[in-house]
């Protein structure tokens, strides 16, 4: 399965929505990153994606965005197809 990297924080529902999304499609592992314990990854978060709110999400080297970037590539079919890849 390919490798997935969340950008988080601790206190975010929609963090924990997205990785309850994830397994629920069969991820066993996320890398995520902590933006609320490290303020350079913070700033490295927005230089990558520039957005600015988490979680902001990868699936290999697409970055998908957030949460409900994430559910609308579910509901159209492309988020297992990424998954696969």
Excluded: F, N, W
Aim: aromatic share 6%; hydrophobic share 40%.
């Amino acid at each position: 399965m390919t490798k997935v990297i969340m950008y988080a924080s601790g206190y975010c529902p929609y963090c924990i929505r997205a990785e309850s999304m994830l397994r629920a499609r069969g991820v066993t592992e996320i890398e995520k990153i902590r933006i609320d314990l490290d303020p350079a990854s913070r700033a490295q978060m927005i230089e990558k994606t520039g957005r600015r709110t988490v979680p902001q999400i990868y699936i290999g080297d697409t970055h998908v965005g957030g949460y409900d970037d994430l559910a609308q590539l579910d509901r159209s079919d492309g988020l297992m197809k990424l998954l696969a890849v």
